[in-house]
């Protein structure tokens, strides 16, 4: 009985280098001496694959903010847009074979960008952009982020993340101060894009978030930031000598499910040892 017993433990632990594979349980892998102790036990070596590391896949979807940030200063607020969604992929590795947190995501998304330009409460006055006060743009959007992942217990885990990302500004809309409403020279621009208007966008985006894991599934609450490397338009569209710049500054909160293709869980060495030590002291006591 006692060598049937070591005899699925060998087992479990050949069973952690693989990937949701079969295992024959009834097959010797190594042979065990006469006495089995705690001693012989912490004497094994035997190779594993570090947990966590796995693929991922899942969706997710939520609410965009647009805020900008433009030279010369403007007054803005916060614009919010929705729905926002996409995909991304998950990798977890363990880099250079110690840290085992590390991770890359990349995936494809539906985005806005835009501004919006507050009243001044002293003044009564608010900025315009070419008559406009208010401008969304739709943007599909591709991103490669590096992925940090920190697991607490089981079924929990924070997560951090930087990259770059590109998109291409498919649609514009803008909404008109009143002064400008009336004059067809404005209202022409009010859903086209100007030919001084830059299409293509790009620049870094991070976040940080916290996940629920009930393998193979996993469930992600993400707040991200993304900050534009270029400019809504020409800075020299008005003057070859006095440039103006505007660059999306966004917000993004969304939840994600993720399906896990390769399975999360593994044991370390000291966790299967206590494994087995645990066995042989039952079957001892029994």
Same mark, same amino acid.
Not at 26 to 32: K, N
Not at 111 to 125: A, I
């Given at each position: 009985m006692m060598r049937k017993l070591l005899t699925l433990v060998a087992g479990l632990m050949a069973a952690c280098t693989v990937s949701r /594979?079969? *295992?024959?349980?009834? /097959? &010797?892998?190594?042979?065990?001496? !006469? =006495?089995?102790? %705690? /001693?012989?036990? !912490?004497?094994?070596s035997i190779q594993v694959v570090r947990p966590n590391d796995y693929w991922m896949v899942g969706v997710y979807g939520g609410i965009s903010l647009q805020y900008g940030f433009f030279n010369p200063t403007r007054n803005t607020q916060w614009l919010p847009q929705m729905p926002m969604y996409g995909f991304s992929v998950v990798r977890y590795y363990t880099m250079f074979g110690r840290f085992a947190n590390m991770g890359m995501e990349f995936g494809a998304q539906m %985005?806005? &960008? @835009?501004?919006?330009?507050? *009243? %001044?409460? &002293? =003044? @009564?006055?608010r900025p315009t952009e070419s008559g406009a006060y208010q401008v969304r743009m739709? *943007?599909?959007?591709a991103f490669f982020l590096s992925h940090f992942h920190f697991d607490i217990g089981e079924y929990f885990k924070l997560m951090a993340k930087v990259g770059l990302y590109g998109g291409y500004r498919l649609n514009i809309n803008r909404l008109l101060d009143d002064y400008y409403a009336e004059d067809t020279k404005y209202q022409q621009y009010e859903h086209a894009f100007r030919d001084y208007d830059k299409r293509w966008t790009y620049g870094v985006q991070g976040g940080v978030g916290m996940a629920l894991m009930f393998n193979p599934f996993e469930f992600h609450l993400t707040a991200q930031i993304k900050w534009g490397w270029e400019s809504f338009w020409k800075p020299d569209y008005a003057s070859p000598y006095y440039y103006r710049f505007g660059y999306p500054l966004d917000a993004a909160v969304t939840f994600g499910v993720y399906y896990q293709l390769t399975p999360r869980y593994g044991h370390t060495h000291a966790q299967l040892k206590k494994l087995a030590r645990q066995m042989v002291e039952q079957q001892q006591n029994e």
């Open positions: /594979a079969q *295992v024959d349980l009834e /097959a &010797e892998f190594f042979s065990l001496p !006469d =006495t089995v102790s %705690n /001693a012989y036990l !912490d004497s094994l %985005n806005y &960008e @835009g501004y919006e330009f507050k *009243v %001044n409460k &002293e =003044t @009564g006055y739709q *943007v599909p959007e």
